[in-house]
């Protein structure tokens, strides 16, 4: 289940960081600012919970093979 939550999550994770942002340019100065939406979860860029998901998904599989054959 993990493992399919993870695949989830890169495909969202794939559509929301091809979004384009709005540039902005700041008429005195002229420097130019692109303003994006910033996608987290916990204070962690949903593009990183990908990993998460997988080490969750291994270590589960693991400490049940080990209890299995323990």
């Known amino acids: 289940m993990l493992l ?3 695949a989830g999550t890169w495909l969202i994770t794939k ?3 091809t979004q384009k942002g709005r ?10 600012i692109l303003l994006k ?4 979860f ?5 593009r990183y919970w990908v990993f998460i998901l997988i080490v969750a998904a291994i270590v589960v599989f693991l400490v049940k093979a ?3 054959a323990g």
Do not use: M
């Not at 540039?23 to 130019?32: A, F, I, R, S, Y």
């Not at 939406?37 to 987290?40: G, I, M, R, Y």
């Open 15 to 17: 559509r929301i960081n």
């Open 66 to 68: 080990f209890k299995i």
């Open 37 to 40: 939406k910033k996608h987290t």
């Open 23 to 32: 540039l902005l340019v700041d008429e005195q100065t002229g420097k130019k």
């Open 42 to 46: 916990f204070y962690i860029p949903v």
């Open 4 to 6: 399919l939550a993870s």
